[in-house]
């Protein structure tokens, strides 16, 4: 019998995704074209909002967001302290401060009590995270922050979302999405913003290509050759290729099917592991829509039979991948450093960078493999 390997997660890609880059592969048109223009078009209609934006990652396009936004020197932007570092980096891409909020254990999202003390006349914009598919509380976030204050949602893993019957990506001025391979939807790298805005949307649009008053397409499709166009602000090389644009297309497409594919797994997981005391599982949000993009569990630290990093290692050894949630980016070396901040300053993101644990949940998975991982999970106790 060979060992069974169950990764943590692994893109859904196959023959459709491949047969897609042929196109653009074949007429030579490979930046930023005709596939990135119907990507954008899909996405923007699959999240109700006005418009969307390709961008090469969810990093850049935060910085993105934040730039056109006129975040800079002086500026505090106010993040949560659970979360992955490119959400805390991306205020420093810009000369701004990140100023961190705690989270809520219960969901691991910004926890909008912590937010009300972190509000300052420096206070520029705002960025909740959807951590793992779950979008954050927007009405109680929006309850205590002035209205002058952006909210830029990091939708990275929340593709599909939905918060009180509304789409993640059009909850705040502007969403920011992912297609990191870790994501329910993957173009290998990439991003996407959405906004309902139209004047802040013809700035993300410039800055992502340099600062350009027009796009190269539009360009090379113009009636004169002489016409460069205007640069009259500091941008960006931030386009999508349209080899990406054409992979994202077939991925968005099986959106749909891939959340609820996943949902009906995470509901088997629940209703499986409910009685293993130690395991605190996440749940379907009331009113709401989860992801999935991780099944993100929490190792109750004194009914635990062994540390969760020894569970980690227990699991491994069965060839089951897990890994710790996310990281509390407040007491990584660069912020904690930077910033003098000591690591109990947000219990809550301490607490939850130690005891989270992220079972396989993705697409690739048989039913098999999900039966193993809740057998393996049960063998722990014994
Ligand atoms: C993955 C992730 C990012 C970064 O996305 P990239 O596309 O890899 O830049 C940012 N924020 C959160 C919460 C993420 O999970």
Known sequence: MHKRQIHISLPATGEEEWQAVREPIMSGWLTQGPKVAEFEAQFAKAHD????????????????????????EGDEVIVPAFTWVATANVVLYCGATPVFADVDPMTFN?????????????????????????????????????PHVK???????????????????????????????????TTGEGGMITTNDDALFEQMNMMRNHGASIS?????????PYLLPAFNLLGFNYRMTDLQGAVGLVQLAKLESFISERANWAAWYRDQLADVAWLRLPDEPAGGRHAWQAFTTWVEPER???????????????????RPGT???????????????????????????????????????TADDYAYVVECIKGIAS
């Open 49 to 72: 909002v006005k418009h969307a934006l390709a961008v090469t990652s969810c990093t850049t396009g935060l910085h993105l967001a934040l730039a056109a936004m006129g975040v800079g």
């Open 110 to 146: 910004m926890d909008a009590d912590d937010v009300v003390g972190k509000i300052t006349e420096k206070t520029k914009a705002i960025i909740p995270v959807h951590l793992f598919g779950l979008c954050a509380d927007m009405d109680a976030i929006r309850k205590v922050i002035p």
């Open 151 to 185: 909210i830029i949602e990091d939708a990275a893993c929340a593709a599909g979302a939905s918060y009180q019957g509304k789409k993640a990506g059009g909850l705040g001025d502007a969403g920011v999405f992912s297609f990191h391979p870790r994501k329910s939807i």
């Open 216 to 224: 190269e397409e539009q360009r090379h499709k113009g009636a004169h």
């Open 304 to 322: 635990a039979p062994m540390p969760r990093n020894d569970i980690m290692d227990a699991l491994q050894q069965r060839g089951i991948a897990t």
């Open 327 to 365: 990281h509390a980016v407040h007491m990584l070396g660069l912020y904690r450093d930077r910033f003098g901040i000591r690591a109990d300053d947000f219990p809550a993101a301490k607490a939850c960078d130690a005891h989270t644990m992220a079972i396989p949940l993705h697409n690739r998975m």
